[in-house]
C-alpha cells in the first residue's frame, strides 16, 4: 500500500461546488502539506500542519481551507470551487523539524472545476 | 526571499545522450537542496538531496547533481539518458527552519530514439 494516500484520485466538479480532498499517510510523520501543480508554475503551497493542532498558511491559501483530524489525516477543502482552481493537487508528509528531510509525496488529485 | 529557477522548461535529448538540467537558487542560508522527478499520473519521486559535506551527490536512478555555491547552483546530471527518464523534473530548495520546500517552474524532459 502506498505510504501517502490521496483520494479521490480525479474529480469533475461544477462551480460554487464544495469539495474535500482528503490525505491519509502510514509514514508516522507529524508534518503534513499541501501544494497545487500548475503547468509552469512548479508546486505552490497551500497550507501546511505541523502537528495536530499547528496549523500554518502557504503562498497560496486564499479560496482553501484545512483540517488536520489526526496525525495521520489532513484533509483540504474547496468552500466554493471555481475554475482556476482546476490544478492537480498534491499532499505531502515529511518527519522532523529541519529542513533537511526530504517531503514523501501522494499521487496527486486531479481537480477540474467547470 | 528565497527561490529557485529552473531556466529550461522543456529539453529533448537522445536515448544514450549525456544530460544536465539547470537549478538556480536564491537563499540566504546554507542551503538544503533536493531533486525530484514526477512520472506521468505519479507523485515526485526523491532522486537525490544536498544537505553538506560533498558537493557531488550521488542519486538514484544513475543521477547525480553539483552543489556549486560561488554559482548559486544545483545542476542535475546523467551520463547516459534512457528513454524510461522521460519526466518532468523539480529542483526544490528547503527551508532550514520549518521545513518548508520551494520548488522550481520544472523541466519536462523528452528522449528520442
Known amino acids: 500500500d502506498a505510504d501517502v494516500t490521496q483520494t479521490p484520485r480525479n474529480r469533475i466538479t461544477k462551480t460554487g461546488k464544495r469539495i474535500m480532498l482528503e490525505c491519509s499517510q502510514t509514514?508516522?510523520?507529524?508534518?503534513m502539506y499541501w501544494y497545487r501543480q500548475d503547468p509552469g508554475l512548479g508546486l505552490r503551497l497551500i497550507y501546511y500542519?505541523?502537528?495536530?493542532?499547528?496549523?500554518n498558511k502557504g503562498e497560496i491559501s486564499d479560496g482553501y481551507s484545512v483540517s488536520r483530524q489526526a496525525q495521520a489525516k489532513f484533509s483540504l477543502s474547496l468552500e466554493s470551487a471555481i475554475p482556476n482552481q482546476t490544478a492537480l493537487y498534491f499532499c505531502?508528509?515529511?518527519?522532523?523539524?529541519?529542513?533537511?528531510?526530504?517531503?514523501?509525496f501522494g499521487d496527486g488529485t486531479r481537480l477540474s472545476i467547470l | 526571499a528565497q527561490s529557485v529557477t529552473q531556466p529550461d522548461i522543456h529539453i529533448t535529448v537522445s536515448e544514450g545522450a549525456s544530460l544536465e538540467l539547470r537549478c538556480n537558487y536564491s537563499y540566504g542560508a546554507t542551503p538544503y537542496l533536493f531533486w525530484y522527478v514526477q512520472s506521468p499520473g505519479q507523485g515526485l519521486q526523491l532522486l537525490l538531496k544536498y544537505f553538506s559535506g560533498d558537493t557531488l551527490v550521488q542519486g538514484i536512478k544513475g543521477f547525480e547533481a553539483e552543489f556549486k555555491r560561488s554559482q548559486s547552483s544545483f545542476n542535475l546530471r546523467k551520463p547516459s539518458v534512457h528513454w524510461s527518464d522521460a519526466a518532468e523534473y523539480f529542483c526544490a530548495v528547503g527551508e532550514s527552519q520549518g521545513g518548508k520546500l520551494i520548488f522550481g517552474q520544472g523541466t519536462e524532459l523528452s528522449v528520442k530514439p
Open positions: 509514514k508516522g510523520h507529524d508534518r
Open positions: 505531502a508528509t515529511s518527519p522532523s523539524e529541519v529542513g533537511n528531510q526530504p517531503q514523501h
Open positions: 500542519s505541523f502537528d495536530v493542532k499547528d496549523i
